[in-house]
């Protein structure tokens, strides 16, 4: 049995579909090796075929490193955002730029559309997060209150809470509409980089620079988990898997996990891209295989079959290190972006397109 399995046999990737596309794990993965895959067949896994992205466009603009980029959930509009204080809206279909958000008065760091694609927040040095009216460009809400620099951002599912992390350890819980601070966690020892609820948002994962990958109860704050990756491993991203079964953390030990959280359990685990310096974040690709997309140190970015842990495919053509990836929610599309050399978000999609 494969603790995945049904995960990956599901072609399914409408809301509802996702909520029951894996079951729970029941046995730990395999420990003897898997079968080499076929020189050239598509992995045996999966049953379907490689992914072909292409560069579709490569948009200019930002002057400063690039620190995230994100489609809309309704996958008409794609923000980045960076060191150089603006976020950025583009068409990810024309490539061109639609407008600038300006306001923050220090670098940012993160950035998280709410479900209706309307508001966009962002983190920043300035130790403030805003809430954009996309349309408009204009500020609604600046959220205040972390001590230092705001490193992570996310809204929920209904968009009626944010949870930002900052470096001063703190994980903060907002009244998205009322822009009030009603939770503060002391979560971490250390930067936190990385913060993320479940569906449900019963639940938020967060970890830091201090190695820690800790789970939170939303309402009481309390820490229910805490899981460690390890001396080598120190986590600097993390999210919950598209059903909230599962949590994928990148590291810098240049692995990507799986983790059954429930069990404490590190289900897969993804190598061959390098990630020892920088936060670089990793994020599922649904709409046609399963895929784990992340960017490199080495200027690349990777695909990895999900549930065979094979790369299937390598997209070339950044000048410097990709930071950042983002994955259109309906269509086979990804965005990166890249650091001080480089400057490019590049959208590229696949040729196959189903």
């Known amino acids: 049995m494969d603790p995945l399995k049904d995960l990956e046999e599901s072609s399914t990737d409408d809301d509802a579909a996702s909520q029951t596309t894996e079951d729970d794990p029941q046995v730990p993965e395999r420990q003897e090796p898997p079968p080499p895959p076929p020189p050239v067949a598509p992995p045996a896994s999966s049953g379907r075929s490689r992914p072909h992205y292409e560069l579709r466009h490569t948009m200019r603009g930002h002057t400063s490193s690039i620190s995230a980029v994100k489609f809309s959930p309704d996958g008409t509009l ?19 730029l639609i407008r600038n958000l300006n306001g923050h008065t220090k670098g940012l760091s993160d950035i ?3 479900t209706d694609s309307v508001y966009l927040a962002s983190a920043s040095d300035d130790h403030t997060i805003r809430i954009w009216d996309v349309e408009s460009g204009l500020t609604t809400r600046t959220l205040k209150g972390h001590t230092s620099f705001v490193f992570c951002v996310n809204y929920n599912t209904t968009s009626t809470l944010l949870v930002s992390g900052g470096c001063e350890g703190d994980v903060r819980i907002w009244n998205a509409s009322k822009g009030k601070c009603i939770k503060t966690i002391h979560a971490h ?11 449900d948002a019963s639940l ?27 001396h080598d491993a120190i986590c600097q991203h993390v999210q919950f898997s ?5 949590i994928l953390s990148t590291a810098h030990d240049s692995a990507i996990r799986l983790w059954d959280y429930q069990t404490s359990r590190c289900l897969k685990t993804y190598v061959g891209h390098t990630n020892s310096k920088y936060c670089i974040a990793a994020c599922f690709s649904v709409t046609g295989g399963k895929w784990i997309v992340s960017g490199s140190e080495d200027h690349k970015v990777y695909l990895w079959d999900l549930q065979s842990r094979e790369i299937v495919q390598v997209l070339e053509g950044h000048g410097d290190v990709v930071v950042a990836v983002g994955t259109h929610p309906q269509q086979n599309m990804i965005a990166s972006a890249s650091m001080d050399s480089d400057l490019t978000v590049r959208v590229w999609s ?3 397109g189903q």
């Open 78 to 96: 794609l923000a980045s955002c960076g060191n150089d204080r603006v976020v950025k809206i583009w068409s990810p279909v024309t490539g061109e």
């Open 112 to 114: 998280a559309w709410s």
């Open 350 to 352: 696949d040729r196959g």
């Open 204 to 230: 938020i994962v967060s970890c830091a620079l201090d190695g820690l990958i800790r789970i939170w109860n939303t309402t009481s704050g309390q820490c229910l988990k805490t899981l460690a990756e390890g």
């Open 242 to 246: 598209p059903n909230s079964k599962y």
């Open 189 to 199: 020892l250390d930067y936190v980089t990385a913060v993320h609820f479940n569906r």
